[in-house]
């Protein structure tokens, strides 16, 4: 209830008439049954862009300090972000990160969408940077289909009295994509690192980004802040990336 109320009276009106950007391959989004909508992250508006945009509910991980607020403003946040569904994520790293996978993977299996930025943070530059392979143990795991989504010049900027607005924005989303043909194989660091990359060519064909092949979170915090990444640099995030075989293939190869 609180999820609908909040889309249909502040989000989506907010978006259509102060941010405006344009919406392209909405039909794409699967009607019914579960689906991961995979997008790049340019701008904090992202977050509540698509979701006020499409049609069916969208939950979206959030990081777990968002649930865990202490000031006013903090407790408003938690509480909302409990209302609308979101699933805590915890960055941390390792097996507590891990197991936030397991929250998002019920979401599907109760045939909902689930939205994610597999590069984990929002863009430092505008390009696109190397993806997380979260998105592909979604994948495999739950058999769901993975819906590319663009998101073009979604930055948010103030018009001269003060009203946030975008400028040129577009959200395009494409087909969706099915990986169930390599389900099984999630724990194979070479197949969730070819899944992963191809579901973030797809984003580019639609964004036409440039592609950095390293982790945005290195670039804005870690041992690349400030660096020259002219050598990171790739054509696209599968160039040289090859494709494993299906299970199929490997059932015929073992044949």
Not at 212 to 232: E, I, M
Request: proline share 7%; net charge positive.
């Amino acid at each position: 209830m609180w999820y609908q109320f909040f889309k249909h009276v502040l989000f989506r009106p907010m978006v259509r008439f102060l941010l405006r950007p344009k919406f392209e391959g909405g039909a794409n989004v699967p009607r019914t049954g579960a689906a991961v909508l995979a997008a790049n992250h340019i701008g904090a508006a992202d977050t509540y862009c698509l979701p006020a945009l499409i049609d069916r509910t969208l939950i979206f991980p959030a990081k777990k300090e968002l649930f865990e607020g202490r000031t006013i403003s903090g407790r408003i946040v938690a509480w909302f972000l409990t209302r609308v569904g979101m699933v805590p994520l915890d960055r941390s790293g390792g097996r507590a990160s891990a197991g936030v996978l397991g929250s998002i993977e019920e979401v599907l299996a109760r045939g909902s969408l689930v939205g994610i930025f597999p590069e984990g943070t929002r863009s430092p530059d505008g390009r696109m940077y190397r993806g997380h392979t979260g998105v592909a143990r979604l994948a495999l795991t739950s058999g769901a289909p993975v819906v590319p989504v663009a998101m073009i010049s979604t930055q948010v900027m103030r018009r001269r009295i003060g009203l946030p607005t975008m400028r040129n924005a577009r959200i395009v989303i494409g087909e969706p994509v099915d990986y169930s043909p390599w389900r099984g194989q999630e724990e194979d660091s070479r197949v969730l690192r070819w899944v992963t990359d191809d579901v973030m060519a797809r984003i580019q064909e639609l964004s036409g980004q440039d592609y950095v092949d390293v982790y945005a979170s290195r670039v804005k915090r870690g041992n690349l802040r400030g660096a020259d990444l002219s050598r990171y640099l790739k054509p696209a995030p599968t160039t040289g990336v090859e494709r494993p075989p299906s299970d199929a293939q490997l059932g015929g190869e073992q044949r």
